[in-house]
């Protein structure tokens, strides 16, 4: 079912005959989506926990890290299931087959459902992403132990020569091996210290601006979103990608207009010479306020029309596709590229 947030997104991935199969996690158990629509598990809310990409019948590339904090919702089969007749011929079909709008008379329906996270993070902790810490630990642990060797067998060989030399560095390794434990756990309170103070002052950066700017966590989460998938999918080589945390919001006016800035960290995933990459990036997104009010869309089928031509419109495009007139725009939020 294309929803208006997934259609950008379903379009590309069927120009390339891609499948993303996505594994979450709902309480302890694995359910999975597929975007060909093979496999969908009746999941209403999920972490996500894998990605699968499949070119054909081929699977070619794997995902595992995701943030679980951020939450996905999605439309419930029983939603799906629910009878419909299209206003405009009567024809009457469970909402499924009304697909790509009513194969019958051709009206463009917008589909949509207001309870929905479309990758919405609403809480704080201290968890920093990267392996700095294990690695720091292990370089210290390293260096330590060599040292303490290399003044063990200084003082207890009467000769130092080459054998010596690697017995250091063979005693070295065995020795930092032992104490990695050690250092892990001393390293904590001498590296996490910092760390911990660094989130704190972060988080609360946070806290600020939702306090400050009064805005719904939820519609603009969703709000972000929607636009972030528009602007990687309207790239050529974007296949996917995945927001693995939200590091900072900031806002600003420019040129009389409000404006946020969303700094992310986030994988973008690409397709190229047939093949799949990801890259992890630190993005920086932009977005200004839509000047006019935005066009509503409720829970379920909306049909919307085109207030020039009357024809029903697909309010993802932005214009009307018969006569060209523009039509308001879905995002009280616009991104603006930097
Ligand atoms: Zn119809
Ligand atoms: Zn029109």
Redesign the pocket.
Known sequence: MPLVSDSFHEKKLKDFKINIKTKYAVGNKIYERNTDGSINDDITSGVRCEKEYYIGPNLVHKETDFDSRIEYTFISKEMENREYK?P??G?QSQLKNFKNG?P??R?NYNIEYTDKDLGSKYHYDRVLRNTTYRVVTAIVDVIISVIICFFFIQATSRTFNSIDIAKVFIYGAILSLVLYYLFYIVDAYIILGPIKIYKDRQNQKQIDFWNRTKLDKKSFFNNVNYEVRKYYYSKNNVIDFDVLDYIAFKEFNRSGTQHVSVTAEVRIVYYENGRIKAKFTKEEYVFRKNPTDKLEIHEGVNMIKCHNCGHSIDATKGICEYCRTEIKYLQEWIIVNK
């Open positions: 299209c405009n011929c024809m009513c019958y008379c009206t």
